[in-house]
């Protein structure tokens, strides 16, 4: 069984930082690709970073050069640094990962967390 929990949602102010973390924890065999989606009241859910297994990241155009995304293969985590947060990054913060579990250690499957919310304060 695979549980992803997210965590550091909260109450920010406009322009403030906020630091999320997700973990990975189970009968894991190996985590691909690590993202961070959100979805704000009766949007859909946007891809907002994502970050592969080597490090390389990407961002959406939106939260390039405020957001960053780093992970820690060893502890199966990953996390989201807000800096400069704005009205419209209010939202319910969820992580996925696309990850193998025994005996099917070739095949990935994404799974995701219950989410974090996130509220911003102008």
């Known amino acids: 069984q695979v549980q992803l929990v997210e965590s550091g949602g909260g109450l920010v102010q406009f322009g403030g930082s906020l630091r999320l973390s997700c973990a990975a924890s189970g009968n894991i065999f190996s985590i691909n690709a690590m993202r961070w989606y959100r979805q704000a009241p009766g949007k859909q859910r946007d891809l907002v970073a994502a970050?592969?297994?080597?490090?390389?990241?990407n961002y959406a155009t939106s939260v390039k050069g405020r957001f960053t995304i780093s992970r820690d293969n060893a502890k199966n985590t990953v996390s989201l640094q807000m800096t400069s947060l704005r009205p419209e990054g209010a939202a319910v913060y969820y992580c996925?990962?696309?990850?193998?579990?025994?005996?099917?250690?070739?095949?990935?499957?994404?799974?995701w967390g219950q989410g974090t919310q996130v509220t911003v304060s102008s």
């Open positions: 970050i592969t297994s080597d490090g390389s990241t």
């Open positions: 996925s990962a696309d990850l193998s579990v025994p005996p099917l250690t070739h095949r990935l499957y994404s799974d």
